[in-house]
């Protein structure tokens, strides 16, 4: 289970599958309009809860849509 913050504010919490802890995820978050509106840069945070592993991040990346 982790939490990801942009600039300190909730975006989600996501709880994996702990028998698939060899498996790859591919997932996709969007990120409100309203968390990045009128600023140039953000801070993404990926932070494990308390008592658990976020695991590794192997690519990351924000997409302009």
Same mark, same amino acid.
């Given at each position: 289970?982790?939490?990801?913050?942009?600039?300190?504010?909730?975006?989600?919490?996501?709880?994996?599958?702990?028998?698939? %802890?060899?498996?790859?995820?591919?997932?996709?978050?969007?990120?409100?309009?309203?968390?990045?509106?009128?600023?140039?840069?953000?801070?993404?945070?990926?932070? %494990?809860?308390?008592?658990?592993? %976020?695991?590794?991040?192997?690519?990351?990346?924000?997409?302009?849509?």
């Amino acid at each position: 289970t982790f939490t990801i913050l942009v600039d300190d504010l909730l975006l989600t919490e996501t709880t994996l599958n702990p028998t698939e %802890a060899n498996k790859f995820y591919n997932i996709a978050y969007d990120i409100p309009i309203t968390m990045t509106q009128g600023k140039s840069k953000i801070t993404i945070k990926i932070l %494990a809860n308390k008592g658990k592993t %976020a695991g590794r991040v192997f690519v990351s990346r924000i997409v302009n849509r």
